[in-house]
């Protein structure tokens, strides 16, 4: 599958709307929750005026003219928080597009750009039984504390001492 990382225009910003209720891990395919629930306050936080605040940054995945997929990164209060400096992670890929390697691309495509931005570290919450955790853990993100559902992943980026 031939496809192209490239930083999201301001433009498709809009397109977070869909990739934020792909991002919601749903195990169970025929119960659904309604897309409403992006409306929640605590998952609006991930999205809400992005582009506006100054650690806001997305790349996406386009195959054949079309986004497929998705990695953003805010300095937020969100499920994946560990400190007030700290970008959180959110990605996704549609259902269609998983399991070929984009979510992986997309995901060190982000951490490149925070390092070349000297960001000490970055961080993620992952429902424990989503697949993604291995896919987390592979690129260099390491559980740092759980509960009982998720686990909460930091990536140290190398700029402790900065």
């Not at 192209?4 to 498709?12: C, G, S, V």
């Not at 709307?17 to 792909?22: P, V």
């Not at 659904?32 to 306050?41: G, Q, R, T, V, Y």
């Amino acid at each position: 599958m031939d496809y192209t990382i490239r930083e999201m225009r301001t433009d498709e910003y809009p397109l977070l709307d869909d990739f934020l209720y792909q991002a919601i891990y749903q195990p169970d395919t025929t119960d659904l929750a309604p897309k409403s629930i992006i409306n929640k306050p605590e998952l609006q936080v991930y999205i809400k005026d992005f582009g506006k605040q100054k650690d806001d940054y997305c790349f996406c995945a386009e195959v054949d003219n079309k986004v497929v997929g998705a990695v953003w990164v805010r300095n937020i209060n969100g499920y994946g928080s560990v400190d007030n400096v700290t970008v959180e992670f959110a990605i996704s890929v549609f259902d269609k597009y998983q399991k070929m390697g984009i979510g992986t691309t997309l995901m060190n495509k982000m951490l490149e750009h925070l390092k070349e931005l000297h960001y000490p570290k970055a961080s993620l919450a992952v429902q424990k039984v989503n697949y993604a955790v291995r896919m987390y853990q592979k690129v260099g993100f390491e559980i740092v504390c759980e509960n009982e559902q998720e686990y909460i992943m930091i990536h140290r980026l190398g700029y402790e001492n900065d």
